[in-house]
């Protein structure tokens, strides 16, 4: 059986080429021909835009007027002899004007920008490079185009994005070798901004981003979370997987918050706070009180003596707030020995195979707020450390519904037991601090530059071993304080408890 032949392919690809000319020629000529009439399109679009923009800017009460004006001068321009045509010409006129030049669209970096990446290779040749490379990717006099795959400038020229392919041999898994090229590309593209860097190792890749500053625009208010779950703040959008919704001013959104799970399932029971004076970790024990007072009961200890917690004192739910060391001692005391009934009660059901008792399973919190100027005190009056009286809710807090949080300064870090370094594994850095300061309290690194100047409530949270999250605590300033605006002081208002008849004193035994 004969086979039939196949489609015979063209030898020569001159008709092909001739048929491309001959359409680029005609689409030129046609360009040319219309372009009059192209840039007065654009220049009636642009005239629109900008009479649209206009009319939705303009206040309510002053349409009704512009539109009465728009009519007369229309009628007073049908009215004159060549009057719609003379309109006609100057609508023209202007939207030829308007339309004359194509606005320029940037294809790739200037002169100023070519030079700070040229700056910025050659400074990452000597720890990229080794003389034993025979093609090194990294050399003086090098073209930077070959190492930096992606980059991003700012409008004052500054870069905000930047990918940084490196050699294989680099040792990318050091800490060191990593911190060494992230303050270089720091310093080298301008201080003062928030850095991330992502390592990839498997593709010998660096990228550094420039983080926007998280909003401080979220007060306090109530935030839609299960029983057992505290916001202790706002963070990326691209950290974490879950988002609530959130008042900010008058507007809202959904914002997404670095949860903090409590209770007998938790791994990370108990919260560190550490920050400088006037960082925030005042306003954030008052935002975890003002949260965990919807389901659970609260003792205060406040060892700094300010007052920054009277407007809890007597309010339902708050069992005590103490700022003096006798009271603290007595409170701290009477805490340690409710977390032992509770847990010998629990033991107790669960042998008798009963459900545990209700009075065991509402959660008790501690909140103490500098114990390191009680423990100076004590020391002076020859008494027992407060922080020794923690130790059985540190350790046992967990099974008995007891959780402590405890907020310290950097200068006095020291001076914190070790239940409560060892215990505390959620942990949280406000304030201006570096990167070895934050390294110290976290147990790793941040992922991000720390900036110098930051507001209240900004910083860092790591929970157990998760990753270091960016933090910013919602706004929930003392309502008692002058210098507090009123949307804040409301807000804090609005959140507190009724005030009890009469407020019972926390018994104190021995």
Known sequence: MARRPLPRILSSSAPIVRSREIARTATDSA???????????????????????????????????????????????????????????????????????????????????????????????????????????????????????????????????LQVRYPAYFTDSEADARA????????????????????????????????????????????????????????????????VPVIAGEESHDAPPVIWRTG????????????????????????????????????????????????????????????????????????????????????????????APEDTKRPLWILLDRPSALADLAAADGRIDPQHLLQIPLRHGRAAGVTVVVAEQFDTLDDLSEPVRSQTRARVVLGPASLGQVESVLGVPPHTTPTPDVPPGRGYARLGTGPVLRLQVPATPDPYDDATTEAHRQAVLDLLPAREAAVEAVPAEG
């Not at 090194?136 to 004052?156: I, K, M, Q, R």
């Open 31 to 161: 360009a040319d021909v219309l372009h009059p009439l192209i840039t007065i399109s654009r220049g009636l679009r642009l005239i629109a835009a900008a009479l649209h923009a206009r009319w939705a800017a303009s206040p309510k009460e002053r349409r009704g007027p512009a539109l009465f004006l728009t009519a007369a001068v229309i009628l007073v321009v049908a009215l004159i002899p060549y009057g719609p045509l003379l309109a006609l010409i100057t609508v023209m006129g202007a939207a030829g004007w308007k339309g004359r030049a194509r606005p320029v669209v940037k294809t790739g970096p200037d002169e100023a920008e070519l030079a700070r990446l040229q700056a910025l290779y050659e400074a990452l040749v000597p720890y990229f490079s080794v003389p034993e490379d025979p093609d090194p990717l990294y050399s003086h006099g090098g073209e930077w185009d070959t190492a930096f795959s992606e980059f991003a400038f700012d409008d004052d020229g500054r870069l905000t994005r």
């Open 180 to 243: 060494r090229i992230e303050q270089l590309l720091h310093a080298k593209s301008g201080r003062g901004r928030e850095y991330h860097f992502a390592w990839d190792e498997e593709g010998n890749q660096l990228v550094m981003n420039v983080l926007g500053a998280l909003p401080t625009t979220i007060a306090a208010q109530r935030f839609v979370t299960s029983p057992g779950e505290t916001v202790l703040g706002f963070t990326d959008a691209d950290a974490v997987q879950r988002t």
């Open 264 to 355: 007998p399932r938790s791994t990370e029971p108990h919260l560190l706070a550490v920050g400088q004076p006037g960082a925030g970790t005042t306003t954030l024990l008052r935002s975890i009180a003002l949260q965990v007072l919807q389901q659970g009961d609260l003792l205060i200890v406040e060892g700094s003596g300010t007052g920054e917690y009277a407007c809890l004192a007597g309010r339902s739910g708050v069992l005590a707030v103490e700022c003096g060391l006798a009271g603290a001692l007595a409170t701290l005391e009477w805490a340690s020995h409710e977390t032992e009934r509770r847990l010998i009660a629990a033991n107790r059901a669960r042998q008798a195979g009963h459900p």
